[in-house]
Antibody, heavy 121, light 112 residues
Framework: EVKLVESGGGLVQPGGSLRLACAAS????????MSWVRQGPGKGLEWVSG???????RYADSVKGRFTISRDNSKNMLYLHMNSLRAEDTAVYHC???????????????WGQGNLVTVSS | DIVITQSPLSLPVSPGEPASISCRSS???????????LDWYLQKPGQSPQLLIY???NRASGVPDRFSGSGSGTDFTLSISGVEADDVGVYYC?????????FGQGTKLEIK
């Protein structure tokens, strides 16, 4: 059974940093692209960042230069390092698995339950 | 960036009736491999989103056959042949032909 479990969220002050983690199990993690998707309170879905199985990374314009996605294939872990956090980064952050192995990391067939990040003073 | 426009934003439907949601892209989502890079998701109340349709018209595993996806290029449609109470939630389309991936605004389906 595929499982994605996020952790690391919480309350942080504007300008602060946080690292989200996503523990993956039930599939061959190192062959699939992965993404982070967030949902602000009462808002729609926003793709934040993605990472191919080959370590290629991409970001939404809203987080470029502030967020860094990484993965540790030996631990089946996906991370999102968030710096210079702003109030508008407040959201539930989901990790999501790409459906097909290889360099295409779209079509998210499994999602984590999400982890809340609140940026507030 | 690509702009994705969904309509309608609200969709009240009686049980058993058909429903359709439109998703339009500012750029073609048809790639040189012949695939349309457009997915559909449903987010049921209190749950994480779930994949319904991938690459334009392919039903994801376990998705009932009352759901279907159609379209090509810039115009796509999600159709439900007969709405059931379990279909309530917010439907999103998302383009994945190029990063940044972009979601539509979402369509809230409710039962009349």
């Amino acid at each position: 059974e595929v499982k994605l479990v996020e952790s690391g969220g919480g309350l942080v002050q504007p300008g602060g940093s946080l690292r989200l983690a996503c523990a993956a199990s039930g599939f061959n993690f190192n062959t699939y692209g992965m993404s982070w998707v967030r949902q602000g309170p009462g808002k729609g879905l926003e793709w934040v960042s993605g990472m191919s199985s080959g370590d290629r990374t991409r970001y939404a314009d809203s987080v470029k230069g502030r967020f860094t996605i990484s993965r540790d294939n030996s631990k089946n872990m996906l991370y999102l390092h968030m710096n210079s956090l702003r109030a508008e980064d407040t959201a539930v952050y989901h990790c999501a698995k790409g459906k097909n192995s290889g360099n295409y990391w779209g079509s998210f067939d499994y999602w984590g339950q999400g982890n809340l990040v609140t940026v507030s003073s | 960036d690509i702009v994705i426009t969904q309509s309608p934003l609200s969709l009240p439907v009686s049980p058993g009736e058909p429903a359709s949601i439109s998703c339009r892209s500012s750029q073609s989502l048809l790639f040189s491999d012949g695939k349309n890079y457009l997915d559909w998701y449903l987010q049921k109340p209190g749950q994480s989103p779930q994949l319904l349709i991938y690459l334009g018209s392919n039903r994801a595993s376990g998705v009932p056959d009352r759901f279907s996806g159609s379209g090509s290029g810039t115009d796509f449609t999600l159709s439900i042949s007969g709405v059931e109470a379990d279909d309530v939630g917010v439907y999103y389309c998302m383009q994945t032909v190029i990063t940044p991936y972009i979601f539509g605004q979402g369509t809230k389906l409710e039962i009349k």
